[in-house]
């Protein structure tokens, strides 16, 4: 391979910063997207796993819609597609006047793409519980909102906390999908990195490190959670 | 001692038979002796560098730089003294191009490409095959005709491009308050633009009008203001590979002596089959002139 390599170009002015307020933007992102995809996909695992046959629909619909069509194929449908079937005052403030729009699109996209796989997080959680002990549940009088509230959920979301953190891993490296739409976050800016320097194999191989450190980080404190919050005489046992 | 005779004999006769054909006529060139292992040259293309480098109506990657790509595929069969190579087509885009050519991917890269003295750190350029620069495209009913205009505006930029630069320097230097909505290639520029996402794109003037003549409503677009950089293109080879550079310089230099490249550059511009209409300018003639080397 002909390459001049040249390491000191990561910590140089002003590419080191761009590092940085790259990675900040890969996080917001991530985070504000897992806060949509957690409520919301609990939400909908709660109706996938409900009685009532009407619930039940909606949250089938749901998961097949958003599971089945690509993540990127999602983003570009929400970014140039969306916005041209609204009417023309609220396509102009979708495209223009909302504040950061290709950063805003990203996190709804990713955060409903995402919701559609806790979904199934959570109903597979509920449904390892058992059937048994939403019956014993109903059979002591509870209402069936009190079953889920006190026997289910607590039960369900401890067992799938190894899942949710995989889950939570993939939104986080997902989020570099963003960079299609022109959000400048950490792949984008390793990128611009490249082009301002052409010293593209450093820049990807600080952008591999970064993206480690956090997922390890990740990883390690969910280990934690997963340990002290595990019930004894349950299969969550710390796991992952 | 008579034994180990042959067997040295031998190992000579086998080693000289197998290196024949591997390196007596590529030469130092790494490049030609990868062609060589391979029988195949690499070619890196462009997808909507429209009419250097794009995908044409059969499929496959046309356009006057892949034109002039083939007739260098052409002087390396002959070097190799092989009837023909065949060639695999690589698809980069602007930011993949200088990596794979310098770890070696793609041979060329034929596409749209300024050379200038950064990127020559990274990678070598043949012969300037055009000039251009940077302009901005937006429609005619927005009133832009100069980037002053685009105060308080939004500007749409492909990245890991040089307009991308020559525009960020030009807005900080003349401190204006223009947008930047930084796009992945020129088609997502353009559909910006058709959207209203944006309120002009700016990339090679060149570019621009291969866009234009290729948009729904060509009338309704123009490209416009004074050019903001001077980017020439050249075809891209490995660096440190002189003798390969050479081969590339040699062949650009006899399509200019003999008048070929004319009648290549006629064959897309004037008007070409996207109708985009650019006669040979006096500056580009000239700088076939002076790049036509004698043998």
Known sequence: MNYNWDWGVLFRDPYLGWIISGLGWTLVISLLAWVIAFS??????????????????????????????????????????????????????VKRDMPAPAMTTAIVAIGLYTA????????????????????????????????????????????????????????????????????????????????????????????????????????????????RTALPGTFSKGAA | ???????????????????????????????????????????????????????????????????????????????????????????????????LIANGTIDMECGSTTNNLTRQLQVEYLPTTFITGTKLASKVSSGITELEDMQGKIIGLASGTTNEKAIKAAIEAENLDVKIVPVKDHSQG????????????????????????????PAAYHVTGRYLSFDPYALMVQRNDSTFERLGRATMAGLMRSGEMAKIYAKWFEPGPTKINMPLSDTLRTAFEVQALPE
Not at chain 1, 60 to 78: A, D, G, H, K
Not at chain 1, 185 to 204: H, S, V
Not at chain 2, 11 to 39: K, W, Y
Not at chain 2, 190 to 202: P, Q
Request: net charge negative.
């Open chain 1, 40 to 93: 919301l996909g609990s939400v909908l695992g709660i109706f996938r796993s409900s009685s009532s046959p009407v619930l039940r629909a909606i949250g089938t619909i749901y998961v097949e819609i958003f599971r089945n069509i690509p993540l990127l194929v999602q983003l570009f449908l929400w970014y140039f597609v969306f916005p041209e079937l609204l009417p023309d005052d609220w396509s102009r403030w």
């Open chain 1, 116 to 227: 559609s796989r806790v979904c199934e997080q959570v109903r597979s959680g509920i449904d390892a519980v058992g059937f048994d002990q939403r019956q014993a549940g109903r059979a002591i009088g509870l209402t069936e909102v009190q079953v889920y509230r006190y026997i289910l959920l607590p039960n369900a979301y401890r067992i799938i906390i190894p899942p949710l953190t995989s889950e939570f891993l993939t939104i986080f490296k997902q989020s570099s999908l963003a960079l299609t739409i022109g959000v400048v976050e950490l792949t984008a800016m390793t990128r611009q990195i490249e082009e301002y320097t052409f010293q593209g194999f450093e820049a990807f191989t600080a952008a591999t490190v970064v993206y480690s450190l956090v997922t390890f980080t990740v990883m390690a404190v969910m280990r934690q959670v997963d340990k």
């Open chain 2, 1 to 99: 001692m008579k034994f180990s005779f042959r067997t040295i004999a031998a190992a000579a006769v086998t080693a000289v038979s197998m290196a024949a054909p591997a390196f007596a006529d590529a030469g130092d060139s790494p490049t030609l002796q990868r062609i060589q292992e391979r029988g195949v040259v690499s070619i890196g293309h462009r997808e909507t560098s429209i009419p250097f480098s794009y995908i044409g109506a059969e499929n496959e990657p046309i356009g006057y730089s892949i034109d002039l790509c083939l007739k260098i595929v052409d002087a390396i069969a002959a070097e190799l003294g092989v009837d023909s190579l065949d060639v695999h087509y690589v698809p980069v885009t602007g930011q993949t191009r200088i990596p």
């Open chain 2, 190 to 217: 353009w559909l910006a633009l058709e959207t209203d996402r944006i309120d002009a794109y700016g990339s090679d003037d060149v570019l621009l009008y291969g866009l234009i003549s290729k948009s729904s409503e």
